[in-house]
């Protein structure tokens, strides 16, 4: 089938109707019901930008094997170059959201690659499992599905193995010659409800009592008996206002309680069984802690980006970049997100350290492929994500916590957008429409930083009807409701 585009995803969720609930309700169509069809939408942007012509090829890649398209994720990584191409994928879908997405559909594609490039260790339960991993990398790959995964068991009581604890955490109950069935709870997948597959694997540490719980496969999640709980999420009828609340209302990735009931799974879709050992090396035997740090830093960096043009937006907004102290923190928060081209330095930058200096350095080291391995561990321990998350929290925090500096008391005072325009004329109402122009939308505050860049073209689009009705509900008159849709379209 080779890449999807938007509808095409959308068309999948509504071909497979999956048991979620929500609020006590069970939902029809993910597609449409308020909770999740926006980041449905977002997701579908996200696959559209696989086939268009101007990102195709930052996006995706040739098969050699088949001679289709698929997503650059699942790209195994031979040269530098390769990592080079995958971080620009990876960066390029991060900017489609301001690095707000965690779980875009890139995260498990890095993990499944990771699992199918060790097949050998997956061999070591039986020849079947190596094969079942690889056939099933190529599965998702050919036909761009969009996977979850829930590798945590509720929290009841952490002082007892999953087998003290019966009847609750996932586990096999039953085998036959053509497949087995699990049975019991777990957490947390992310995005799980609009997902085409679920993947299950184990976080390390089960002990060797736990044998039943030690499984690794893949369920659609449309097959029968799988249930998903989903957490309250920021809406549950959609009328929140898209002036106050842009990014909430468009990239809430809502996680859910996953529950498998008597649910079967066909031999070829089992990549462990049964095997503490294996289950335990799994993260230090196969790359998908490189590859997925990779894959997250990117999208890190991006949201960093972002935070910092908050900032630097906000202090604009009431003159305060004009202070010395307020041009030193903002320059503190920017040395972490600026491209460090000469240094490489780690504490000269995250994206230097992302991107440039040591993932090339790693590659060379690794030996049949190319790992972003060291490039992301340094000073961070064994761990590749470690390092970075140093940098990321520092990063970060310093964004947040300039802007939040600079707005000062301004939070307290702010009323909604129907307050702000439903009188206009007033000194007090102009000031905040003024400062709500400029600093309340974060996307148009960071349009500037992002659009700056050489060579980016990374525009954000609301969805089709997105804040009508609050234009509609909050403006007093069709000449502001489309002054404030032409603002909002043109802020994004
Ligand atoms: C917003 C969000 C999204 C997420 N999305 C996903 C997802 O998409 N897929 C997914 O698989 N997971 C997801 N997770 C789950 C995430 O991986 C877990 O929250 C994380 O691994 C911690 O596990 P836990 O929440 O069960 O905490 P616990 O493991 O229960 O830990 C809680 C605390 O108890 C202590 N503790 C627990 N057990 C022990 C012990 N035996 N000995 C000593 N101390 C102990 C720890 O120190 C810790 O501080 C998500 C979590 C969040 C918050």
């Known amino acids: ?33 308020p909770a999740f069809s926006r980041i449905v ?16 090829d930052t996006l995706t890649y040739e098969v050699p094997e088949t001679g289709q398209r698929a997503g650059m994720a699942f790209m195994p990584a031979k040269t ?49 499992y190596a094969d079942n991993i690889v056939n099933y990398y190529e599965y998702v790959r050919d036909n761009d599905l969009f996977l979850s995964h829930a590798l945590i068991t509720p929290q009841n009581d952490r002082t007892k193995s999953s087998a003290e604890q019966k009847n609750l955490h996932m586990r096999v109950v ?26 299950m694997y184990c976080l390390p540490g089960i002990p060797e009592s736990d044998a039943d719980h030690a499984l690794s496969f893949a369920v659609k999640v449309s097959d029968p008996g799988v249930r998903q709980i989903c957490r309250e999420p920021y809406t549950l009828d959609g009328q929140r206002s898209d002036f106050d609340h842009p990014l909430s209302n468009n990239f809430e ?25 294996l289950n335990n090396a799994l993260y230090t035997e196969t790359a998908l802690r490189n590859y997925t740090a990779h894959q997250t830093n990117t999208r890190a960096l991006v949201k960093m980006q972002f935070a910092v043009g908050v900032a630097m937006a906000v202090a604009r907004s009431i003159g305060a970049d004009k202070f010395l102290h307020v041009q030193r923190m903002l320059g503190e ?7 460090q081209e000469r240094s490489g330095a780690f504490g000269g930058g995250m994206r230097a350290h992302v991107i440039r200096h040591r993932a090339a350095r790693a590659a060379a080291a690794s030996g049949a492929s190319h790992l972003p391995s060291d490039s992301l561990s340094e000073g961070g321990g064994n761990h590749p994500d470690r390092g970075c998350r140093r940098v990321h929290d520092d990063a970060l925090g310093r964004g947040f916590h300039c802007a939040r500096t600079f707005r000062g008391h301004q939070p307290l005072l702010q009323g909604c957008r129907r307050d702000v325009f439903a009188r206009p004329g007033t000194a007090v109402q102009a000031r905040l429409g003024s400062f709500r122009r400029g600093v309340r939308h974060p996307a148009a505050s960071v ?10 073209d990374h525009r954000f689009e609301l969805p089709p009807g997105a804040g009508r ?3 509609a509900a909050g403006e007093r008159g069709a000449g502001a409701g489309r002054r404030s849709r032409a603002r909002t379209q043109a802020s994004f």
């Open 469 to 471: 009705r609050d234009d």
């Open 1 to 33: 089938m080779g890449v999807r585009n938007g509808q095409q995803f959308i068309d999948g969720l509504k071909a497979n109707p999956r048991e979620v609930w929500i609020n006590g309700e069970r939902i029809e169509d993910v597609t449409t019901h």
């Open 447 to 456: 349009r500037a930083l992002l659009c700056r860049r050489p060579g980016s």
């Open 80 to 128: 530098a170059e390769d990592l080079r191409r995958r971080r620009d994928a990876f960066y390029h879908w991060a900017s489609m959201n301001f690095g707000l997405m965690g779980r875009s559909p890139d995260f498990l594609n890095v993990s499944l690659l990771a699992f199918a490039e060790a097949r050998e260790v997956f061999g070591r339960g039986g020849q079947r």
């Open 174 to 199: 039953k085998e036959t010659d053509s497949g087995i069935y699990v049975q019991g709870a777990r957490m947390v997948a992310t995005l799980g409800a609009v997902a085409d597959e679920m993947l």
């Open 333 to 339: 928060a920017l040395n972490g997100v600026v491209p």
């Open 253 to 277: 990735e809502n996680d859910s309680l996953l529950i498998f009931d008597n649910v079967f799974v066909p031999w070829e879709r089992v990549f462990m069984y049964r095997d503490v050992a």
């Open 41 to 56: 939408r977002q997701l579908a942007r996200l696959y559209d930008a696989q086939v268009d012509p101007a990102t195709r």
